[in-house]
């Protein structure tokens, strides 16, 4: 009985190793591509020359669908490191947008809730911005768009309580964010008449996407045996694969406030650690 077994475990193993190498081909592919349209040179942010990149796209998203350009810029600061991610400096992701069933664009692959996640890679970082506005537009975040567009404090609730995060504490770190950086002078007004003809516009799209939704956002991938839930006690126990980015960005709390929480001085993890996420 033992010999089969053997085999068994041999033939996972090879598995596994083969798709490892297959996603990590596939992201040197991307990565070498994106070097050679940036001339191996790329734009290193900080909070505030990020906030001056991308206020216009935000801004412009902001008058066509509602969604207060502050939020859409907290969204990024918080998703991205201010654009100095992987993700977003190699695949212009901005929001850690997953690739979903009907997702015909490149691939790029790293770990988060799951080993090698796919996440799309855009052409560029405003075709990112812009499929953001698109991601939300769902029947589950339907609700949002009925508030004024320039109310960063209920959107960055009811973005919670629409199940965008599962932290508790994903309101305050974009309210926070947004106040910090005074990410409010970016968001606008709308007269009454305007704003009817933006809902109008809006819940027509929306209306639209409902019958493809359960198809157009159900995530290729599911989850790995072994992933274990955050638990009742707010803590986390760390997998193989696990980094201190993703799980940060997995429960929507940011690097430092992480390490602030488990008195930590380096980023460094090991498997079986159990650190508080909440």
């Known amino acids: 009985m033992k010999i089969p077994y053997i085999y068994f475990a041999l033939f996972v193993l090879l598995v596994s190793s083969c798709s490892t190498r297959k996603y990590v081909k596939n992201n040197k592919q991307i990565e070498k591509a994106s070097n050679k349209a940036n001339n191996n040179t790329y734009k290193s942010y900080n909070t505030l020359s990020y906030i001056d990149e991308f206020k216009a796209v935000a801004i412009e998203e902001m008058n066509a669908y509602g969604i207060p350009a502050s939020i859409t810029l907290a969204q990024g600061i918080l998703e991205s ?20 069933s009907d997702w015909k664009g490149k691939n790029y692959f790293r770990d988060d809730d799951q080993k090698n996640d796919c996440f799309r890679v855009y052409k560029d970082a405003r075709e990112s911005f812009k499929d953001h506005s698109e991601f939300l537009k769902r029947k589950r975040y339907s609700s949002l768009f009925q508030l004024d567009k320039n109310d960063y404090k209920s959107w960055a609730l009811g973005l919670k309580q629409a199940g965008y995060a599962t932290n508790p504490k994903y309101p305050d770190l974009l309210i926070n964010t947004i106040e910090k950086y005074q990410l409010y002078q970016y968001d606008q007004s709308e007269t009454e008449k305007q704003k009817i003809a933006r809902e109008d516009k809006v819940f027509s799209e ?73």
């Open 81 to 100: 490191g201010s654009g100095n991610s992987d993700l977003a400096k190699y695949a212009n992701n901005h929001f850690g947008i997953k690739c979903t």
């Open 206 to 278: 929306i209306n639209q996407n409902i019958p493809q939704e359960k198809v157009k956002f159900t995530p290729v991938d599911t989850p790995p045996p072994g992933a274990k839930p955050i638990l009742a006690d707010g803590t986390y126990t760390v997998i193989k694969g696990d980094t201190l980015y993703n799980i940060a960005k997995r429960f929507n709390i940011s690097i430092d406030d992480l390490k602030i929480l488990n008195n930590m001085t380096t980023d460094a993890i090991k498997l079986g650690q159990v650190l508080k996420v909440k």
